[in-house]
C-alpha cells in the first residue's frame, strides 16, 4: 500500500500495519494534532511503541472502553504524572529487554504548566523517554483556557481582552537540563519534521519534540488554513525551527524570511487576535527579539 501523497515529501511504503490515529475519531475537523498524529505514525513506522497521554484532547480521542482509535498501546494519565509514568514503563520495558519506544503525547497545559514538575524531573534524570508537545497554544478540551504557552494578546475563555504576558520558551528552559535532543518541529515542513520524528525515536535518553498544533476552535480560523498559518509562522520568524543537542549546540533548520506581512497574515487568518486589534510593532518587537537571543545561542 502506497501513503498518499504529502506536500513535498518523499513517498514510502507503509510498514505500519495501522495508523497510530485511525479513522473515526472524534477530534475537530482540522485539527493540527490529528495532522501531527498522522505524521508520527508513519515515522513509528513498525517499530514497537508505548504512548502515555495526560488529560488533554488527545486522551479524548482515545474514544470509550472497548474502542480506541488509537492503534497503539495507550496509557491514559493524570495531567501531572505523563513523564513519570513514561519514565516507569520505560524501565520496565528495559528491564523486559524489548525495543519498545515510550513516548508521552501531551498539550500544552500540560507541559509548559501543569505537567512541567515531572517533565523536568525525567529530563534532569535523563530518562529513555520521547516526550512530545503538541501546542495549541490553550487549554483546548476545557473550553480554551489560557496557558503558560498561550502567544501574547491572544483572545481565550480567561483572558477577554487579549493575553498580557509572553509565551514562555519551553526550548529554553528543556535546554537549561541538557537533555540530548530537543527540535521544534513544522507541520508544514514534512521532511524536516520526519527526519526529527524519526532521530527523536531511535535516540537515547530524553528526547523533546515541541509542534505547533493550529487549533480551528480555538484560534477561530478557517479548518483548511492550519498548515499555512504554521507556514506563516515559520515564514515570518514567530515560529523558529531548530534542533537543540545535549543543551548546548544549536542548529536553525529553516531560515526564515523574517517577513512582517507573514506576521500580518497569520494574525488576520484567526479570530482570537481580533479583539484588542494587533499591536503590530510590538508583536514584532517579541520576534525580532526572540531571534536575537536565538542567534546569541547559536553563536551568530
Ligand atoms: C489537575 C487537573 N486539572 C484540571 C483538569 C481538567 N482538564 C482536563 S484536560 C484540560 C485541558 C488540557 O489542556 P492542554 O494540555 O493544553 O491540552 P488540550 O486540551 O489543549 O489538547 C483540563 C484543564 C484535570 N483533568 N486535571
Ligand atoms: S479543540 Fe483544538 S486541539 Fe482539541 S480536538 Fe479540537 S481542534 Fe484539535
Not at 493524570?78 to 519498545?100: D, Q
Not at 483572545?155 to 537549561?176: M, N, Q, R
Request: neutral net charge.
Amino acid at each position: 500500500m502506497n501513503e498518499p501523497a504529502l506536500g513535498g515529501m518523499a513517498q514510502t511504503a507503509l510498514d505500519r500495519a495501522e495508523p497510530i490515529l485511525r479513522c473515526g475519531n472524534t477530534n475537530c475537523g482540522g485539527c493540527g494534532m490529528s495532522v501531527a498524529l498522522q505524521m508520527l505514525g508513519r515515522a513509528v513506522g513498525d517499530r514497537k511503541v508505548q504512548i502515555v497521554i495526560p488529560a488533554c484532547c488527545a486522551i479524548v480521542t482515545a474514544g470509550p472502553f472497548p474502542f480506541s482509535a488509537y492503534g497503539a498501546p495507550v496509557v491514559s494519565s493524570t495531567f501531572a504524572s505523563a513523564a513519570a509514568l513514561a519514565s516507569g514503563m520505560a524501565h520496565v520495558a528495559r528491564l523486559n529487554g524489548e525495543p519498545t519506544r515510550v513516548l508521552c503525547w501531551a498539550g500544552d497545559g500540560g507541559t509548559f504548566d501543569i505537567g512541567m514538575a515531572t517533565v523536568s524531573a525525567a529530563a534532569e534524570r535523563n530518562e529513555d523517554v520521547l516526550y512530545v508537545c503538541y501546542d495549541n497554544e490553550i487549554y483546548g478540551n476545557t473550553g480554551g483556557q489560557r496557558s503558560g504557552a498561550t502567544p501574547i494578546g491572544a483572545v481565550t475563555s480567561t483572558t477577554p481582552l487579549g493575553k498580557d504576558v509572553e509565551k514562555k520558551d519551553v526550548i529554553g528552559i528543556l535546554a537549561a537540563h541538557r537533555v540530548p535532543y530537543l527540535a521544534t518541529v513544522s507541520l508544514a515542513h514534512p521532511d524536516d519534521l520526519m527526519r526529527k520524528m524519526r532521530f527523536a525515536l531511535d535516540e537515547r535518553g530524553f528526547r523533546f519534540l515541541h509542534i505547533l498544533a493550529p487549533c480551528p476552535t480555538g484560534w477561530k480560523s478557517e479548518p483548511a488554513d492550519g498548515i499555512e498559518l504554521v507556514r506563516l509562522a515559520v515564514r515570518s520568524g514567530l515560529y523558529p525551527v531548530v534542533e537543540v543537542f545535549n543543551g548546548r549546540r544549536t542548529v536553525i533548520n529553516v531560515k526564515p524570511e523574517m517577513s512582517r506581512p507573514a506576521l500580518e497574515k497569520y494574525v488576520s487568518l484567526q479570530g482570537r487576535f481580533k479583539e484588542k486589534g494587533a499591536d503590530w510593532d510590538a508583536a514584532w518587537e517579541v520576534i525580532l527579539r526572540n531571534w536575537k537571543d536565538l542567534e546569541a545561542r547559536v553563536g551568530v
